[in-house]
């Protein structure tokens, strides 16, 4: 299953859109709909909240995830399903700087996709946990999200996320960001050089971050439609039902 995998570990600052980012709207509304007002999308997303049986209570904000479901269906227009929360498994935890390792989260998540979903649905697990992955000589680095490039499966961590931010609609734009970042490596973006695109990795630099609109630039949303065009939902969903069983 790790086979071919492809994460990118997004430079920490790069994920970091200033609260006003949720606010622009380069996506109109109705580009989801067709002239006969069929309702239109790209893909099926799971959103699933993975809590931490080693900190009690701690669970994902649920407006923090209502949140993220609302700017993916408006950024992507995918079709948003959440499913109840579940515990993180054992096996991603990671002792000795006790948080869990990303790239297990999402090997994990992929076996979480409920199977009346089509098949080619995605899933984001949002977690309060520190998470981490591999990156360069470093054995485990600590990051905000992690998203496997055209895969299937995305983490987004608000662990770091809400440490330094101003107040709560601060983290909460924040964590939205990493989500539409991330989802965005699913859905086969890789990090970009357009200016305020939500897919540029700031590389250690602020400005990019202040810059950034919070949503792909033109680039990206000409390679989105190239990768994950829209067609109507309700093929979209038919395809779970309509495939021979064997
Ligand atoms: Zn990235
Ligand atoms: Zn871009």
Redesign the pocket.
């Known amino acids: 299953m790790m086979i071919g995998r492809r994460t990118v570990v997004c430079g920490v600052l790069g994920l970091l859109a200033g609260s006003r980012a949720a606010s622009a709207a380069p996506v109109p509304e109705d580009s989801v709909r067709t002239r006969a007002d069929e309702p239109m999308a790209r893909a099926v997303v799971v959103l699933v909240v993975l809590t931490d049986p080693r900190r009690g209570a701690s669970a994902f904000p649920d407006g923090d995830v209502e949140a993220i479901a609302a700017e993916l269906r408006r950024v992507y227009q995918v079709e948003v399903r959440r499913i109840a929360a579940r515990p993180l498994p054992r096996s991603a935890y990671y002792a000795p700087r006790r948080r869990y390792r990303a790239d297990t989260l999402l090997t994990h998540l992929a076996g979480e996709i409920p199977a009346e979903l089509p098949a080619r649905t995605r899933i984001v697990g949002l977690t309060t946990s520190d998470i981490s992955t591999s990156k360069d000589n470093f054995k485990d680095w600590g990051v905000f999200g992690l998203g496997e490039v055209g895969g299937t499966a995305a983490m987004v961590s608000n662990f770091r996320l809400k440490k330094k931010a101003r107040d709560a609609a601060h983290a909460t734009a924040r964590v939205v960001n990493t989500a539409v970042h991330e989802l965005?490596h699913v859905l086969g973006?890789d990090?970009?050089?357009?200016p305020n695109?939500?897919?540029?990795d700031a590389q250690g630099g602020i400005r990019n971050t202040d810059a950034s609109t919070g949503v792909?630039?033109?680039?990206?949303?000409a390679?989105l439609d190239r990768e994950v065009p829209l067609r109507p939902l309700a093929e979209l969903l038919a395809r779970a039902t309509s495939a021979p069983a064997q």
């Open positions: 965005g973006l990090h970009c050089e357009e695109c939500v897919m540029l792909p630039g033109p680039g990206c949303l390679e």
